[in-house]
């Protein structure tokens, strides 16, 4: 299975640090892709990372890529209070950009 | 926001029933993939349409149903409701290919 796996599950911080989370795969990957979820609603895309790249930025994001590890990690700096959400990552089906296999997920919550 | 809307936002259904879900995609955005997410877990791949034709399906029972519109707008139609159908429905919208899923906001279907 290409699902990712994310860890850890939970992760609770306070406004201001910083928050990494992780994600690790089986197989080759076309890419990476994290995304957001507030309470239940919508996926929100954050960023994505091809496998020929090791480090990407957006913003306070920060995303890192280790083909040879088959892992990912997703750095958010500066946490704020709105960034408490549950985060997936996803990866695309084999040959199939457009359809995802996601992990469980990771609980992040931000103390003001 | 990402343009994708679906309809209803929640619905109660019984054991046994049939359920029609609506999803509206993003204007200019021709394929549109849905998902099953169960409380705790990450979305689920159920199937895609393209050109008003399923183009992959995860492994979800033939009860699980699709129709994709002219206007590209689609239905998850899903027979024979079990309880453990009860998930939140995700659909997302892309052009055929892309890397990147606009998801709606989701139905919350609940099975008693």
């Known amino acids: 299975s290409q699902q990712g796996e994310e860890d850890p599950q939970a992760l609770s911080i306070q406004e201001g640090e910083n928050a990494t989370m992780n994600c690790s795969y089986k197989t080759s990957i076309n890419n990476l892709q994290w995304y957001r979820q507030n309470s239940g609603r919508g996926l929100v895309h954050l960023i994505l990372?091809?496998?020929?790249?090791r480090e990407k930025h957006s913003g306070r994001l920060r995303v890192t890529l280790d083909t040879s590890k088959k892992s990912s990690s997703l750095l958010i700096t500066a946490s704020r209070a709105a960034d408490t959400a549950s985060y997936f990552c996803a990866i695309p089906f084999t040959g199939a950009n457009s359809k995802l296999t996601f992990g469980k997920g990771i609980t992040l919550s931000v103390r003001p | 926001e990402t343009g994708v809307t679906q309809s209803p936002t929640h619905l109660i259904k019984t054991r046994g029933q049939q359920v029609t879900l609506r999803c509206s995609s993003q204007?200019?955005?021709?394929?549109v993939s849905w998902y099953q997410q169960a409380l705790g877990q990450g979305p689920q791949f159920i199937f895609q349409y393209y050109r008003e034709e399923e183009n992959g399906r995860g492994n979800f029972p033939p009860r699980f149903s699709g129709l994709q519109f002219p206007n590209y707008s689609s239905e998850l139609n899903v027979n024979a409701l079990e309880l453990d159908d009860s998930a939140l429905y995700l659909c997302?919208?892309?052009?055929?290919?892309?890397?990147?899923?606009?998801f709606g906001p989701g139905t919350r279907l609940t099975v008693t």
């Open positions: 204007s200019g955005h021709n394929t």
């Open positions: 997302a919208s892309s052009l055929q290919g892309a890397e990147e899923q606009y």
């Open positions: 990372i091809r496998s020929n790249e």
